[in-house]
């Protein structure tokens, strides 16, 4: 018991699922093992399954995790004060593309990894994203007055938007910081073209 007490505290979930994401971004999911996750930490593989029954739990576990991240900064805007010279759309646009571009490796694992293994555990949780997405877009379009703000391919074709715009800036690992103006101008021109 003491021993398995001594792994909870110098192995946390949270050590576990950081060191995953990272290699499964590198290196691939099929080509990652629960030895090799272990290896890199430092660590036995047995004592991962401690925390993680199989490497596929502990893919949903990460995915889960991000999709979970980017819920809460979606309620967020929701709830934040108006910026001046920003709709909330725009707002919520722009906290996605921030999302994205400061987190590279959890943005390539949520929306970006193509392994036919590990698309069904994307899928469910990309479908909650852009449901959640959809809903305060079209809530607020409607109450910004937008003609086609009933349009259900309204949302869609700002979250294909922003995608682009991430996928775009994420192979040079450029942070939100270092193009925000283009990311301001990238969703207000989407905004403005509904």
């Known amino acids: ?22 290699l499964f971004i590198t290196k691939g999911y ?35 995790q991000d999709f979970n991240h980017v819920d809460l900064l979606f309620r967020q805007v929701l709830c ?17 593309i921030k999302f994205g571009l400061d987190h590279p490796h959890q943005y390539e694992i949520m929306f970006m990894l193509r392994d036919e293994e590990i698309l069904a555990y994307c899928r469910t949780e990309q479908g909650r994203c852009f449901d959640l997405f959809a809903s305060i877009v079209k809530k607020y379009l409607k109450e910004e007055g937008h003609a086609l703000a009933g349009h259900t391919s309204v949302p869609l074709s700002m979250f294909l938007g922003l995608h682009g715009f991430i996928s775009y800036y994420i192979q040079d690992r450029l942070s939100f910081e270092e193009i925000d103006q283009a990311a301001i101008a990238h969703v207000k021109m989407l905004n403005h073209s509904i």
């Open 1 to 22: 018991m003491m021993a398995r007490r001594a792994v909870e505290q110098e192995l946390s979930r949270e050590r576990i699922m950081d060191a995953a994401r990272h």
């Open 30 to 64: 099929r080509a990652i093992s629960m030895r090799s996750i272990g290896q890199h930490l430092g660590y036995s593989h047995g004592s991962l399954y401690y925390h993680f029954k199989e490497k596929a739990e502990l893919f949903y576990a990460i995915v889960v």
């Open 80 to 96: 934040s004060p108006m910026i001046e010279g920003l709709t909330k759309v725009e707002q919520l646009m722009l906290e996605f």
